[in-house]
């Protein structure tokens, strides 16, 4: 929960300043219809989240599930970026509001001022080199660094509720401005409403506690499939966050804005982007405040961890199972270098400017929910729970009404989050084609007709196979195509042949487990099997048969008519296209051994 809750909980940091600033007066009350969506809405939607996607994909693997082919591979990258946007914005926007805090403070010395960048930079750095150490060293900082902001936080709301109650004046005078600028309660509400956007960076940190939950311990009788302990932590986890997260909110939103002078909320204000500290420093001294700014700093700065975390369960879930990310990409290590890289970029572009990201941090976030909320009502509406449907339906138009007016109002948010869907999509497609002719086959497993049938066929230490596409399957094509080999390749007349057949299955898909069947069709043996290309299944099943049986394959084409580029992106794209020259490239990467190597024939 800490972990999550870095991102979480560090927004008390700055979200009362933000509520303040955003609805005056009438912050509290807009801050109680944030604590509304989140209990009723944000939480109710993860908890059903955590239970459809249990290994840490969130709502993005209930959305692939949806959309099949490349149309779903495309949407989960699109959403890829999104969740990159959220997740990489939350480390850079945390480490210059860690910065900011940290030169603010009145013992900070003046040279320090103007330091934003190479301050941020520092701290990204250090925070990269703990991941580099060890994921159960980041756990238990995270734990500290929560409970002790908390428990300071929770410190400054007592005094400030003691110096209330103590000078009841503070109350009237904020009841008078309250009632002087909102006369009507239905007009209060409505600018609660239209201001909500702003304050939604108190949501953030739902889909990274779905993210994290590998790392919840499973129970006693947790299957792959039913990790049922898992999820039950995982849902006590949310409710708990989400719980903690609302109290303080709605606490720490009355006494700032009754105690704070409206001035100080301003963008150059004392109170602006940190009111809690404020609070801090003029109601408990400059030493209290300092300890209360230290321990700010270090849990900003510390937010990108829980950021970090979330990208480095989400990419090696997804774009290397796509051939969509180098195989490296499902380390954490090699990872963690390539993100801390990213983010030092973002830093250098904004210049460590808070405001300047806070856009695309939200434009994230509300992506991201809106994507939550719309997965669990499809998925409610299937299973015919209709009252489940209506809620969650309710919850999405919440979000999407709040994702839309946030990008009308902030456009540069879209835009960031523009850059970041292009640069997955593209790099994501280039690794695509250069990974195209890998042997994407996980396992290749024959049955027992199968194995009968290489058994039976080989004859001199070699298997004769000839590859058919299985959409003309009379007598007469056989004959024809087994002829044709005999003419073109001039095997012997009667020697035993098999043909090989693929089915192309998802040829969206990178990579699967590859079972051949056996059968006997028009008097003919064929192995049958089916997989996500056709040239690189048929290489992984000649190096399978060599390996496993000791029989060396040949394989035998005709040439594919038609325009060898278009035939190169059709394999690319659909698995198919010129089989002959791409299956030979697949044995060569594969096998660098000449003598090792299933031989192609082409006619």
């Known amino acids: ?16 300043a933000i509520a303040a600033l955003a609805a005056g007066a009438l912050a509290p009350f807009a801050t109680l219809i944030l604590v509304a969506v989140t209990l009723f809405a944000a939480l109710p939607v993860y908890r059903r989240v955590a239970q459809e996607s249990p290994h840490g994909q969130g709502s993005i693997a209930m959305l692939e599930r949806l959309m099949p082919h490349w149309k779903g591979k495309v949407f989960v990258l699109v959403l890829l970026g999104f969740a990159a946007t959220d997740f990489m914005i939350t480390a850079t926007l945390s480490a210059a509001d860690a910065s900011a805090h940290l030169i603010e403070n009145p013992f900070t010395p003046s040279w320090f001022t103007g330091k934003e960048v190479p301050i941020t930079i520092v701290l990204l750095l250090l925070l ?3 991941f580099l150490r060890g994921f159960s060293e980041v756990i238990w900082i995270a734990v500290t660094l929560v409970f002790s902001f908390l428990a300071l936080n929770l410190v400054i709301i007592i005094v400030a509720a003691v110096n209330i109650v103590g000078h009841p004046v503070s109350v009237s005078n904020w009841l008078d401005s309250l009632f002087t600028a909102h006369g009507d309660p239905i007009m209060m509400l409505l600018v609660c ?9 108190g949501l953030s940190g739902f889909e990274t506690g779905v993210a994290v939950m590998p790392q919840i311990s499973k129970a006693p009788g947790d299957t792959e499939a039913n990790p049922a302990g898992r999820i039950k932590g995982a849902k006590k986890l949310l409710t708990t966050a989400a719980l903690i997260m609302s109290g303080f909110l709605v606490l720490s939103s009355i006494v700032t804005t009754i105690l704070i002078p409206a001035e100080q909320f301003e963008p150059g204000g004392a109170a602006n982007g940190r009111a809690l500290s404020w609070l801090a420093h003029h109601l408990m001294g400059d030493g209290f405040g300092t300890v209360y700014d230290i321990s700010t700093i270090l849990i900003l700065w510390f937010a990108g961890a829980s950021a970090l975390a979330g990208m ?23 990872l963690v270098l390539v993100v801390i890289l990213v983010a030092l970029g973002i830093t250098l572009h904004f210049k460590a400017s808070v405001d300047a990201q806070g856009a695309a941090y939200a434009t994230g976030v509300l992506v991201l929910m809106s994507s939550a909320a719309i997965a669990v009502t499809i998925s409610a509406k299937r299973k015919g729970e209709k009252r489940k449907t209506i809620l969650f339906g309710a919850a999405s138009v919440v979000f999407v009404y709040t994702t839309i007016a946030n990008c009308v109002e902030r456009p540069d948010g879209l835009k960031i989050a523009a ?20 042997l994407r086959a996980t396992s290749v497993m024959f049955d027992t007709q199968a194995v009968e049938i290489i058994q039976r066929a080989s004859s001199a230490g070699l298997l004769r196979l000839i590859a058919h596409e299985p959409v003309k399957i009379s007598k007469r094509r056989y004959l024809h195509k087994h002829q044709h080999a005999i003419l073109a390749s001039h ?61 060396m394959p040949h394989i035998y084409f005709r040439w594919t008519e038609g325009n060898p580029l278009l035939n190169v992106a059709k394999f690319i794209f659909l698995g198919q296209g010129e089989i002959a020259p791409l299956t030979r490239e697949v044995l060569r990467e594969a096998e660098p051994n000449l003598q090792r190597r299933p031989w192609v024939h082409v006619g």
């Open 1 to 16: 929960m800490c972990l999550s809750g870095l991102d979480y909980f560090s927004t008390l940091g700055y979200q009362p």
């Open 312 to 334: 480095l369960n989400l990419i090696p879930r997804y774009l290397p199972r796509f051939g969509m990310a180098p195989a490296w990409a499902s380390a954490v290590r090699p």
């Open 193 to 201: 409403l239209i201001v909500f956007p702003k304050l939604a960076l």
């Open 128 to 130: 990269g080199a703990l």
């Open 491 to 551: 095997i012997p007349q009667r020697a035993p042949v098999v043909f090989l057949e693929i089915k192309v299955s998802d040829y969206s898909d990178f990579a699967q487990d590859i079972e051949v069947r056996g059968i006997t069709r028009h008097g003919q043996w064929i192995l049958e099997a089916t997989a996500p290309s056709v040239s690189t299944s048929i290489a992984a099943i000649c190096l399978a048969i060599r390996d496993q049986y000791e029989v």
């Open 419 to 438: 850059f970041f869907i292009g640069a997955v999509l593209v790099v994501s497609l280039l690794s695509r084609f250069r990974r195209s002719t890998e």
